[in-house]
């Protein structure tokens, strides 16, 4: 049967349909970028350890790779039109769960703890594992996003001048004693926010802002902070040697 010169195929009209459809659906979804490389640059320096702990040996811990309770285990963030339509998503380069549990190892680190890496413990001190450290640290990401949207004033040639943007990284997490008893628990929260009328943020950077504030608690809290030293007998702190074995 002649065929005129553009008509398709039957197979060739199907394919062209389907790639329609998923041209749409790819439309309709939003971009998605190649993954950030997000890095943890801490904002405090050494710890902010009182002169009574200042001479005093670090404690060892295990910290266990902290589980992914996010809503949306895929993007990080996304840029959303005026309408609140996300038009781009954002994603990591490298898993969210290892990327905070490594920077929750290089805060303890360069604290001066050693430290030693494991999984399958989510902070429940009812099952904790037989460890050989003096410390233990597991816990659940409960928030690590980012996201932006047009605001301000609108030219034609120009687009939206300026933007809203927060970001929020928060990470439940539970320090345990070899016998299970419980010396810190709570949430860690770092807090980013950009609005202006007039001129741009970079989404990447404020997550790792974010990420930053949080994870630095761990030196910046006095609370946090007291439980990585091993207090020496005769010291004046007041804290316990930890009881090393599990009955």
């Known amino acids: 049967m002649r065929r005129w010169r553009g008509e398709l195929a039957p197979m060739s009209k199907q394919i062209h349909i389907l790639g329609i459809v998923v ?3 790819l439309i309709a979804s939003g971009c998605t970028n190649k993954g950030w490389e997000i890095v943890y640059a801490p904002q405090t320096g050494a710890p902010s350890g009182s002169v009574a702990w200042a001479s005093q040996p670090m404690r060892s811990v295990t910290v266990f790779e902290l589980a992914d309770e996010r809503p949306d285990k895929v993007n990080v963030g996304g840029e959303y039109n005026k309408l609140g339509t ?3 998503r954002y994603q990591s380069s490298k898993p969210v769960p290892q990327l905070i549990t490594e920077a ?8 001066g703890l050693t430290v030693l890496r494991s999984s399958g413990w989510t902070g429940d001190p009812r099952s904790l594992p037989d460890i050989v450290t003096d410390l233990a640290l597991g816990g659940k990401i409960k928030v690590f996003w980012v996201e932006r949207q047009p605001a301000g004033l609108y030219l034609p040639n120009a687009g939206w001048l300026g933007e809203n943007t927060s970001s929020q990284a928060s990470v439940a997490i539970t320090i345990v004693a070899p016998d299970g008893a419980v010396l810190w628990e709570g949430d860690l929260v770092g807090i980013d926010t950009y609005r202006t009328s007039f001129g741009s943020s970079t989404p990447k ?10 994870i630095d608690q761990l030196a910046s809290n006095p609370q946090i902070e007291k439980h990585w030293y091993r207090p020496t007998v005769g010291d004046s702190t007041g804290y316990a040697p930890l009881v090393s ?3």
């Open 23 to 25: 041209l749409l659906a």
């Open 205 to 214: 950077k404020m997550l790792e802002k974010a990420l930053a504030e949080a």
């Open 86 to 88: 996300m038009v781009e």
């Open 104 to 111: 929750v190892i290089r805060n303890l680190e360069s604290q």
């Open 245 to 247: 074995l599990r009955f």
